[in-house]
Structures are given as structure tokens and as C-alpha cells.
């Protein structure tokens, strides 16, 4: 069960777009449509952003949005905000009830 | 609401055994799908998925770390306990319980988090 690859960075302006890869393989992102992304403020927990690849739990931004191309989630956050700086990490089912996140990537809002 | 609470020391030392408990209310453990999970974070590093209990009883470690690892629920008290053997200075982390939820298939809600530290 190895880590899924994110960028270390992103960068990006306000009003901008980014997107954060998250990449695994057939045995996880693959196989699943079950990829949850998180954004972590220093100092505080995880806080849930995304889940099942694409959708949004109450009171998430429509700004924040996930897909999957293969074995390879996205997360993109369109109109950037200075708010949104932030690390993330995604997570996906590994398969036999377990679960495996990404190395995580820091936000920089420029 | 669903909350949660970590608790247990903040200081071990090395070879000793960790033991945290998870404190939760907002939900109910019985329905089979529904998890806690303790995940933890070392200083600067990633998210690490250690155990997670499901409501059914089925449990799942993180591989590399399945002989030290022991997790547990008590129904009847709301808490889900870890137990961590021979703890190293690597182990330096906060370690947060999680809910797992089944309509989601995600991790939900967050406890604040317990900084733990390995050290002679």
C-alpha cells in the first residue's frame, strides 16, 4: 500500500484556477470512484472538501471541484482566494476496506 | 453533531506502548458500515491511515505497521481505543480519530488532533 504521488506545490493567483493531481494506480484511484479530498490549515485538522471523486459536502464552495481521468484524481479550485491557502491531500479506497492519502500538496496563493 | 475527541499522553518513551482513546457523540456504532479511523501526521509530513474500525467489528490496519497496531471500540461508552507497541522517536506525531462515513465513503468530521512525543 504505497502513498498516492501529489505535487509538493501549487501555486497560483487570485482568480485564478489550479489544479492538484493525485495519482495511484489500477489497484486504488484506478478501480474506484471513491477518491475524498481534504484541505488542512496549519495547525488545525483535516477538513473534508471533496468525496465519491466529485462531490461536495454542505457548505463547500461550488469554487472546489474533482474528477478522474484513469488512475489519476484532480482537484481544481477556480477563482482563487487568498482563503484557500492551504495544504490538501486526496484519499482513495485501496480495496478490502482500506484506505490510502497522498503525500499532500501545499497551496500557495500569490 | 458528530464530534470527536483524542486523549492519552503526550509524552512516551521509546519501546513503551501508546494507548489513545477516541471520544465521540452524533452517531451511532452499530450500523455496520460506519468506521472510526485514527490517522496520524509526523511534524511537516502526510496524512497516514493507521486502523480503522467499522461498526460490524471489522478492522483494518496500515500494513506496515499491523503488529504493533491494536484497535478497539466500547459501544456502550462511545470510544475507540489505539494501542501502539514499541513506540520510536519516529512515531513523533499528532494522531487524529476520524468518521468514517459509509453515505460517503470519506472521513467527515476530525477530532482537534494529540501531539504525541517519543522521547527518552
Known amino acids: 500500500q504505497s502513498a498516492l504521488t501529489q505535487p509538493a506545490s501549487v501555486s497560483g493567483s487570485p482568480g485564478q484556477s489550479i489544479t492538484i493531481s493525485c495519482t495511484g494506480t489500477s489497484s486504488d484511484v484506478g478501480s474506484y470512484n471513491l477518491v475524498s479530498w481534504y484541505q488542512q490549515n496549519p495547525g488545525k485538522a483535516p477538513k473534508l472538501m471533496i468525496y465519491?471523486?466529485?462531490k461536495r459536502p454542505s457548505g463547500v464552495s461550488n469554487r472546489f471541484s474533482g474528477s478522474k481521468s484513469g488512475n489519476t484524481a484532480s482537484l481544481t479550485i477556480s477563482g482563487l482566494q487568498a482563503e484557500d491557502e492551504a495544504d490538501y491531500y486526496c484519499c482513495s479506497y485501496a480495496g478490502s476496506s482500506t484506505w490510502v492519502f497522498g503525500g499532500g500538496t501545499k497551496l500557495t496563493v500569490l | 453533531q458528530i464530534t470527536l475527541k483524542e486523549s492519552g499522553p503526550t509524552l512516551v518513551k521509546p519501546t513503551q506502548t501508546l494507548t489513545l482513546t477516541c471520544s465521540f457523540s452524533?452517531?451511532?456504532?452499530?450500523?455496520?458500515?460506519?468506521?472510526v479511523a485514527w490517522i496520524r501526521q509526523p511534524p511537516g509530513k502526510a496524512l497516514e491511515c493507521l486502523a480503522l474500525i467499522y461498526g460490524d467489528e471489522d478492522k483494518r490496519y496500515r500494513p506496515s505497521l499491523k503488529s504493533r497496531l491494536t484497535i478497539t471500540k466500547d459501544t456502550s461508552k462511545n470510544q475507540v481505543v489505539l494501542s501502539m507497541t514499541t513506540m520510536d522517536p519516529v512515531d513523533t506525531a499528532t494522531y487524529y480519530c476520524?468518521?468514517?462515513?459509509?453515505?460517503?465513503?470519506?472521513?467527515?468530521?476530525w477530532g482537534q488532533g494529540t501531539m504525541v512525543t517519543v522521547s527518552a
Open positions: 465519491e471523486g466529485n
Open positions: 476520524a468518521h468514517f462515513a459509509p453515505s460517503g465513503h470519506a472521513f467527515d468530521m
Open positions: 452524533g452517531f451511532s456504532f452499530s450500523t455496520g458500515a460506519v468506521g
